[in-house]
Nanobody
Framework: QVQLVESGGGLVQAGGSLRVSCAAS????????MGWFRQAPGKEREFVAA????????SYADSVKGRFTISRDNTKNTVYLQMNSLKPEDTGVYYC???????????????????WGQGTQVTVSS
């Protein structure tokens, strides 16, 4: 089992940058595929990005490609989401998620992830 704690959210102006982090407990962090999802007010939670166990493979939603970068440090049990050129529509609660058995084709599927953090708020002002 793994516990996830997000941090680094906040208020930023459009065009700015922010990095959110997700720290995982446990000794088998490198066994988990890690994903980031977000939920805007009044909308359903959506996929943002995911990264493979070793960090060599990533996947992004079309809406964030070229602006966001997901990375991980398995020595620190942490996954990051670097967000650049932020837009007001990027506003929402950002959640990290983890799963040991997910295949790359299923990275965007929320139902495939067994573990979730509590979320961190990101607000982008226009």
């Amino acid at each position: 089992q793994v516990q996830l704690v997000e941090s680094g959210g906040g208020l930023v102006q459009a065009g700015g940058s922010l990095r959110v982090s997700c720290a995982a407990s446990g000794h088998t962090f490198s066994s988990y595929v890690m994903g980031w999802f977000r939920q805007a007010p009044g909308k359903e939670r959506e996929f943002v990005a995911a990264i493979s166990r070793g960090g060599t493979s990533t996947s992004y939603a079309d809406s964030v490609k070229g602006r966001f970068t997901i990375s991980r440090d398995n020595t620190k049990n942490t996954v990051y989401l670097q967000m650049n050129s932020l837009k007001p529509e990027d506003t929402g609660v950002y959640y990290c998620a983890a799963d040991r058995n997910i295949g790359r084709g299923s990275y965007p599927l929320q139902s495939e992830y067994d573990y979730w953090g509590q979320g961190t708020q990101v607000t982008v002002s226009s």
